[in-house]
């Protein structure tokens, strides 16, 4: 399970979220996130031993639910570079169109290594990166948390609308960490949801259940 975020969360640069209610919710991906789509897809054929079993763009994140079918030639973070990389090369695409300028990342390889010189002829402008510096990524192993997981992918766009659409206190469980298997701490975070859903006008809390074990 990898999740990838962008660096500005509030450009939300890979789509917008679409639908009258909850069930109708859905992302409508903008160029940005079409390109991320692309690259998602493509992973299997760059990295025959994995296959995609779920994943979801939403506006300034992804989650992607990958099967390992056998041992990788590559880390893995060789598959999360290719989804970064071809998705800033289409980032870099746009900002050259927009601002008519070569554009590069800032603190990017070319930057660090000094071997772009800007000039009159061709102005250089360095831009904020696409991507959050990392990823996060949950092995999953024991029955019943795929399904778990792919119901969370699922349900990401219909999460996403109650956020924004209630008008009282959603209570909400932030990265459970703790030494309890997946289907319970993600119990935990469906639980919350159905609170703010059925609860009425009643304000909820939000939480943050923390503490440092090897499982997290």
Partial sequence: MLTLTAEDRASHPFGSLIGNGE?????????????????????????????????????????????????????????????????????????????????LVEGGTSMRRGVVATSDAVPVLF????????YHDRVVKHKGQVAVLKRYIQRNPARLWI???????????????????????QGLKDFAIYCDEHRGGRSLSSYQLSTSHPYA
């Fill in 163 to 185: 956020k924004q659409h209630s008008d009282r206190t959603l209570m909400s469980v932030v990265d459970v960490f703790l030494p309890l298997a997946l289907p319970l701490a």
């Fill in 127 to 134: 831009v904020p990166p696409l991507w959050a510096q990392g």
């Fill in 23 to 103: 069930e109708e919710a859905a992302v409508q991906l903008s160029p940005l996130g079409e390109i991320l789509r692309d690259e998602i897809e493509s992973q299997p054929r760059r990295h025959p031993e994995l296959d995609i079993v779920a994943y979801v763009i939403m506006p300034d994140h992804c989650h992607i639910c990958l099967h390992i079918q056998t041992a990788m030639r590559d880390h893995l973070g060789k598959v999360v570079w290719g989804i970064k990389y071809g998705t800033t090369v289409g980032y870099l695409s746009a900002m050259n169109a927009q601002t008519g300028r070569t554009c």
